[in-house]
């Protein structure tokens, strides 16, 4: 199962909008509605901040935003702030019943 | 609160076996899809397996099926990564995840707790 591909950055200044794209095939990413987006700061464990293509668990910020267009995936961080500077990660389930990763994107805020 | 902890990494030489451990605390492990994920060294994630919260029902990563199994102990509310035929390429920070409750086909794989990890190098 090959990785889902991520850019491996973006940047935005405060206050804009920047939206990471998560592509798979239709073996995963286009065939379930069961793609997640993970955050990551240094040294710190994983957040889920959109699970299920666009479901947001409680207490993830509504700045916090994804959907999907064939296979493709998106999440999109609006009202950019300092503290959003982190690597995010996309997953998708798969049709063998396993789960892929995509490569990780670096988010910097200017 | 929910905690995940991780035990058993080390170094290890290729042909080798080693059990990873993962103490949960906070919550009870068979209501829940339970996963080892692994990350190598300057390299994203990886998936490598998952035990359903009925305990029948395990799946693996290509990459690691037949020399891996996914176990736990409802006593001990631990879950275990038992790894075998060690190879170099197996060499990263193993973290234990939760996924989702009384869970089925895709609903298992959207987690919302992580260990810390450990590190398993296997090197000669």
């Known amino acids: 199962q090959s990785a889902l591909t991520q850019p491996a950055s973006v940047s935005g200044s405060p206050g804009q909008s920047i939206t990471i794209s998560c592509t798979g095939s239709s073996s995963d990413v286009g065939g379930y509605n069961y793609v997640s987006w993970y955050q990551q700061h240094p040294g710190k464990a994983l957040k889920l901040m959109i699970s299920d293509v666009s479901d947001r668990p409680s207490g993830v910020s509504n700045r916090f935003s994804g959907s999907k267009s064939g296979n493709t995936a998106s999440l999109t961080i609006s009202g950019l702030q300092a503290e959003d500077e982190a690597d995010y990660y996309c997953s998708s389930y798969t049709r063998t019943s396993s789960l892929v990763f995509g490569g990780g994107t670096r988010l910097t805020v200017l | ?124």
């Open chain 2, 1 to 124: 609160q929910v905690q995940l902890v991780e035990s058993g990494g080390g170094v290890v030489q290729p042909g080798r076996s080693l059990r990873l451990s993962c103490e949960a605390s906070g919550f009870t492990i068979s209501n829940y899809g339970m996963h080892w994920v692994r990350q190598a060294p300057g390299k994203g994630l990886e998936w490598v397996a998952i035990i359903w919260y009925d305990g029948d029902i395990k799946k693996y990563a290509d990459s690691v099926k037949g020399r891996f199994t996914i176990s736990r102990d409802n006593s001990k509310n631990t879950l275990y990564l038992q790894m075998n035929s060690l190879r170099a390429e197996d060499t990263a920070v193993y973290s234990c995840v939760r996924g989702g409750s009384y869970c089925s086909g895709g609903s298992c794989y959207k987690f919302d707790y992580w260990g810390q990890g450990t590190l398993v190098a296997v090197s000669s």
